[in-house]
């Protein structure tokens, strides 16, 4: 993860300066100086140290990964081994965080508080390869490209960025310019792209209307893209996002299922496991309506941030099973029902677009062989993939506000993570009452 503008940069050019005052100190004989001289020393060349040093953003650092599961809240359903979107085979997440400037809002300077992240369906190795996929839109009041051609091919081709709301433009012309420079023309001798960007807003935390993301960020977040392990919170374009009106951002969680007949070509053969992994952008609701497992969390950690909602959620759902585009549109809208089980009513200002694809069915869109056999599942036996969906789409909301810190941003902005303690203790609390 790229972290542009934060304190990591002036600590580094300052270790540099006291290397460089500390290796002269040894060269000088102390037979040489009085000590009067050696402080002085000492003393003009620490200020000279310091001086051209500009004072980090005061953002608090996060340094300890929790996620919802390490607090106790009972979740449903089996986890794959990191808990993430990237335990579906061949998914990898890249990150760029921009994080620069304090105090007052000054449009085009800052303070930034913003980035971009990228999925790869099948990871830059196979970058080319699109998967079958399938759109749907909750509420309206927001933006995602290219799902028009996703809904009329039935492919989604290239990666999934995620930004701010006034970083999309940018964000989808530099994942064509990336496209182009690394991917070369298609079997017509065309190379051409219709890419999915997606965004939220972060205008509270974030000079949205400074235009911060630029094309090299895109660029990062693609070629920094990971299997495995990723982090969650306040990175990549989760870093400026309000959740519940507590901070919110990045979040990601994933279940493994057996559906019953598939795998199963004799009686000893166990059913072949299949994986559903979502991400999430989280950028919505008021925090009355925050909902963990039942608990009216909200209710009981009161606090407003602004009169209104005025964020958004992008979803992104991924699975290794065989699914077809309309079938990956139904599971599309189950994202709605995990959503729905946090507390969201998805309000009139909440932008709540979902996409889901599938890993199966490699080379699917190739040219040839004109006649292919694609492998695809009955309908009647997709209701684990729908209740891992929701399961995992309620979890990665839940994380996204769990792993987080708190953060101030523009014109001192401070939004508040949920709390552990407090957290802990209701769900204490309401074990002992049962």
Aim: with cysteine.
């Amino acid at each position: 993860m790229a972290t542009i503008g934060s304190c990591e940069s002036s600590d580094m050019t300052y270790a540099t300066h006291l290397t460089y005052k500390t290796h002269l100190m040894s060269r000088i004989p102390l037979s040489q100086l009085g000590w009067a001289f050696l402080l002085t020393l000492v003393l003009l060349l620490d200020a000279s140290a310091r001086e051209p040093i500009p004072a980090p953003p005061k953002v608090e650092v996060h340094t300890k990964t929790v996620r919802a599961r390490d607090l106790g809240i009972p979740f449903d359903g089996t986890p794959g081994k990191f808990n993430a979107i990237t335990d579906v085979p061949g998914v990898e997440v890249g990150y760029t965080t921009l994080i620069s400037g304090e105090g007052k809002l000054e449009v085009g300077k800052g303070p930034v508080r913003t980035g971009v992240t990228a999925i790869l369906p099948r990871g830059r190795d196979a970058m080319n390869d699109p998967v079958f996929a399938g759109y749907f839109s909750l509420n309206g009041n927001g933006e995602m490209t290219g799902t028009a051609w996703v809904e009329e091919s039935g492919f989604l081709e290239g990666p999934i960025v995620l930004t701010n709301t006034h970083s999309v433009g940018v964000a989808r012309d530099a994942v064509i310019a990336w496209r182009l420079a690394h991917g070369g023309p298609d079997a017509e001798g065309f190379a051409w792209s219709l890419p999915v960007v997606a965004e939220t807003w972060d205008g509270w935390l974030n000079d949205v209307d400074g235009f911060h993301v630029k094309p090299e960020h895109v660029a990062h977040a693609i070629e920094s893209v990971q299997s495995g392990a990723i982090e969650e919170g306040s990175v990549g374009g989760g870093t400026g996002m309000i959740c519940y009106e507590l901070k919110g951002g990045t979040g990601t969680a994933s279940r493994v299922v057996f559906v019953a007949g598939i795998g199963e070509s004799n009686s000893s053969a166990a059913p072949n496991p299949f994986t559903i992994g979502v991400l999430v952008q989280a950028n919505c609701g008021r925090r009355p309506q925050l909902t963990i497992r039942g608990l009216e969390v909200g209710k009981k950690i009161p606090g407003s941030v602004y009169k209104r909602e005025t964020g958004s959620i992008i979803i992104v759902v991924a699975t290794d099973a065989p699914l077809l585009p309309h079938q990956l549109k139904r599971l599309a809208r189950r994202a709605s029902l995990g959503l729905a089980r946090t507390g969201s009513v998805s309000g009139n200002g909440s932008g709540d677009l979902f996409i889901a694809f599938s890993t199966g069915n490699p080379h699917a869109a190739d040219a040839k062989p004109p006649i292919r056999t694609i492998e695809t599942m009955p309908n009647d036996l997709m209701d684990p993939l729908f209740t891992a969906t929701v399961e995992a789409t309620e979890e990665a909301i839940i994380n996204a506000l769990v792993d987080n810190h708190d953060m101030t941003g523009r014109d001192n902005h401070k939004v508040e993570a949920l709390p552990h303690d407090r957290l802990r203790a209701l769900f204490q609390k309401r074990n002992q009452s049962r």
